[in-house]
């Protein structure tokens, strides 16, 4: 029998994964390992989260909702916009997704053909690349060369030297943690307006930026796509929910795709998500954990030799340079893990060209599980 292949299985792996794989086979055997490695919060969901599921599940049947979600999470989203930024999102522009990932896929579908350009930057997280790349679109990086986030100029000279058709950005960031300002913003929007380029934002880590608000790329345009989740701030990675802010011109093509692609994301997380926004108390609390697991790294990971390669300015990464101790991160990470007992991810994740230089660590751990981490690498590199 034949087996067909088809070229969209053939992406870069995401390594950051296939190291949680090993450093969970080392748990496995009894090893005492730290992983930095997966972008994460170590925190359960929240209480009232958790309790709407137990009743959810209690009272018995969870099935399909409406492919654009149930109307209790797209209002209790809707308000979520005027309570934190101040505008008024309607719940008919809102998509509930399962988890970011399906938002991305309903976006990159809904908004491009196969060969269209779309630009993201590097280093930027991996699956925007492999999702896009496995979907036929033809993927622009724009390297920023030390420069803390995409910009304008970015953009205008990757369009002047061919033609883009969107535009892809997170703020704050993965890998770096970098937010773009917002005065930046505002003109990285517009130039996309003025250059007729469509324009995706990538929000999932907001409410976790240390140096100021949160700005929404909705203030500056009702055209622009923001994806967010609630995996990061509100430590629900495994309940797979997420949610879509559209264009009005684009919720029915992402209902129509949502519709044979996913049917509708998973009611009884839906059920569950509805009383996050609640939960301001609790998640404060594990986001000044994760600020004070910042300021420890900011302070001790030059001192090892691990370079700041980016301002910390959001979510719980540190992006650091590692190329006074190694020209090949994979390798250096696998030594790490296997030595050190402490996985980290290699920079050939978020950045295919210069990644070899890099290693990007989380700091969503105890901050105990953080002084420890920190110590067994510098007594491993002496």
């Given at each position: 029998?034949?087996?067909?292949?088809?070229?969209?299985?053939?992406?870069?792996?995401?390594?950051?994964?296939?190291?949680?794989?090993?450093?969970?086979?080392?748990?496995?055997?009894?090893?005492?390992?730290?992983?930095?490695?997966?972008?994460?919060?170590?925190?359960?969901?929240?209480?009232?989260?958790?309790?709407?599921?137990?009743?959810?599940?209690?009272?018995?049947?969870?099935?399909?909702?409406?492919?654009?979600?149930?109307?209790?999470?797209?209002?209790?989203?809707?308000?979520?916009?005027?309570?934190?930024?101040?505008?008024?999102?309607?719940?008919?522009?809102?998509?509930?997704?399962?988890?970011?990932?399906?938002?991305?896929?309903?976006?990159?579908?809904?908004?491009?053909?196969?060969?269209?350009?779309?630009?993201?930057?590097?280093?930027?997280?991996?699956?925007?690349?492999?999702i896009m790349k496995a979907l036929g679109l033809d993927v622009v990086e724009i390297?920023?060369?030390?420069?803390?986030?995409?910009?304008?100029?970015?953009?205008?000279?990757?369009?002047?030297?061919?033609?883009?058709?969107?535009?892809?950005?997170?703020?704050?960031?993965?890998?770096?943690?970098?937010?773009?300002?917002?005065?930046?913003?505002?003109?990285?929007?517009?130039?996309?307006?003025?250059?007729?380029?469509?324009?995706?934002?990538?929000?999932?880590?907001?409410?976790?930026?240390?140096?100021?608000?949160?700005?929404?790329?909705?203030?500056?345009?009702?055209?622009?796509?923001?994806?967010?989740?609630?995996?990061?701030?509100?430590?629900?990675?495994?309940?797979?929910?997420?949610?879509?802010?559209?264009?009005?011109?684009?919720?029915?093509?992402?209902?129509?795709?949502?519709?044979?692609?996913?049917?509708?994301?998973?009611?009884?997380?839906?059920?569950?998500?509805?009383?996050?926004?609640?939960?301001?108390?609790?998640?404060?609390?594990?986001?000044?954990?994760?600020?004070?697991?910042?300021?420890?790294?900011?302070?001790?990971?030059?001192?090892?030799?691990?370079?700041?390669?980016?301002?910390?300015?959001?979510?719980?990464?540190?992006?650091?340079?590692?190329?006074?101790?190694?020209?090949?991160?994979?390798?250096?990470?696998?030594?790490?893990?296997?030595?050190?007992?402490?996985?980290?991810?290699?920079?050939?994740?978020?950045?295919?060209?210069?990644?070899?230089?890099?290693?990007r660590l989380s700091y969503a751990g105890s901050h105990d599980d953080m002084v420890?981490?920190?110590?067994?690498?510098?007594?491993?590199?002496?």
């Open positions: 029998m034949v087996v067909s292949l088809s070229r969209r299985g053939d992406v870069e792996p995401f390594h950051a994964m296939d190291v949680l794989a090993e450093a969970n086979r080392l748990k496995a055997l009894g090893v005492p390992v730290i992983s930095m490695a997966v972008g994460q919060p170590s925190d359960p969901a929240p209480t009232l989260v958790r309790e709407a599921a137990a009743r959810a599940l209690q009272d018995g049947r969870i099935g399909y909702t409406d492919a654009l979600g149930t109307a209790t999470l797209r209002k209790a989203i809707a308000a979520h916009y005027g309570e934190h930024y101040g505008i008024d999102v309607p719940p008919a522009r809102i998509a509930v997704t399962t988890g970011s990932s399906a938002a991305f896929n309903l976006a990159f579908l809904a908004m491009f053909d196969p060969g269209d350009r779309v630009a993201i930057a590097a280093p930027g997280y991996p699956a925007y690349r492999n390297e920023l060369e030390g420069a803390a986030y995409l910009n304008a100029a970015h953009l205008e000279s990757a369009h002047r030297e061919k033609p883009l058709k969107g535009v892809l950005f997170a703020s704050p960031a993965n890998p770096t943690g970098a937010v773009v300002p917002p005065e930046e913003l505002a003109a990285l929007v517009a130039m996309a307006e003025n250059l007729g380029i469509s324009v995706i934002s990538d929000e999932i880590y907001h409410r976790l930026a240390y140096s100021g608000p949160d700005t929404t790329a909705l203030v500056h345009s009702n055209d622009v796509t923001v994806i967010n989740s609630f995996s990061k701030y509100y430590c629900m990675t495994g309940w797979r929910i997420g949610w879509m802010v559209l264009p009005e011109k684009l919720v029915r093509p992402v209902e129509r795709i949502q519709q044979s692609l996913y049917i509708s994301a998973p009611e009884l997380s839906q059920i569950a998500a509805s009383e996050a926004f609640k939960a301001t108390i609790e998640l404060e609390a594990v986001k000044a954990r994760y600020a004070w697991n910042r300021e420890l790294l900011m302070r001790r990971l030059p001192e090892i030799g691990f370079a700041l390669a980016a301002p910390m300015d959001g979510a719980f990464y540190a992006f650091c340079d590692v190329s006074r101790l190694t020209n090949d991160s994979m390798e250096f990470a696998r030594r790490m893990l296997a030595e050190a007992h402490v996985a980290a991810t290699p920079g050939r994740d978020f950045d295919t060209l210069a990644g070899h230089r890099f290693m420890e981490a920190v110590a067994r690498i510098e007594r491993w590199l002496k």
